[in-house]
């Protein structure tokens, strides 16, 4: 009979010295929503380091392509782009077939949400939403509009940079990410309170999309490259042996 090797072991901790504090008070909703008691750490469970799983039959011909998926005839505002990357874990494997979820601003910095109230138009030929299935070496790609900065309540006269929203399910529920994407050369990165809550530069710089131009479209579209990496995995013990690593 032929071994089957289980990837389904608990994932690594998460290294909280790369992570925001939880309480930041440059960031001022965080004083409202930071726990005031430690965090318990516990065991994964089951259902914690297995699925969700997706296929492609759940997802349509345009979620990719949001020039497209919400077009009412015309196309949208604002500079055409290209997101691509891959998915990998801590220990430089792909993540294959697993969902990543985008949302952003359009170009003007207006979000398609009845609660956003900046100035900025809605665009009637962007939504502003997208979602596509990594392959079988973790790679996605996107085509959409550069989004623009918009104003929030933080300070006075505090702009959020360019930024996508991502969602990154990966290979079991405590593997989720949930994240933004800055681009290349923004000078609002640095003032950002958000932003500055990550305590290591070089977690911050991971943040940022590189200009791919090789990945552009001539006379078209420019590229920009966003790799992003998830929880690893332990490997399964088969017979009290190490195997598959």
Request: a neutral charge; proline letters at 7%.
């Amino acid at each position: 009979m032929r071994n089957i090797i289980r990837r389904d072991g608990e994932f690594f901790q998460r290294d909280r010295d790369l992570q925001p504090q939880a309480y930041t008070p440059i960031y001022k909703t965080s004083v409202a929503r930071s726990p005031r008691h430690a965090l318990l750490s516990i065991d994964n469970s089951l259902s914690e380091i297995t699925g969700p799983m997706f296929n492609h039959n759940e997802l349509g011909p345009l979620d990719h392509d949001m020039l497209k998926n919400y077009a009412k005839g015309g196309d949208p505002i604002g500079e055409r782009i290209i997101v691509h990357g891959r998915v990998l874990d801590e220990n430089g494997r792909p993540v294959p077939n697993t969902l990543v979820e985008v949302w952003q601003a359009n170009a003007g910095g207006r979000y398609r949400h009845r609660n956003d109230s900046y100035l900025a138009p809605i665009d009637p030929n962007f939504g502003g939403c997208g979602r596509c299935l990594t392959d079988e070496d973790g790679y996605y790609f996107f085509r959409t509009v550069k989004p623009g900065a918009y104003p929030w309540r933080n300070y006075v006269n505090s702009w959020r940079p360019a930024h996508i929203h991502f969602s990154i399910f990966g290979s079991g529920f405590a593997q989720r990410l949930i994240t933004q994407m800055y681009f290349e050369g923004d000078p609002l990165i640095a003032k950002c309170p958000i932003v500055n809550t990550v305590p290591d530069r070089e977690a911050t710089a991971r943040l940022v999309a590189p200009l791919d131009v090789n990945a552009g479209v001539p006379m078209d579209m420019l590229a920009y490259k966003f790799d992003i990496v998830l929880r690893g995995r332990r490997s399964t013990l088969f017979e009290n042996r190490l195997e598959g690593n």
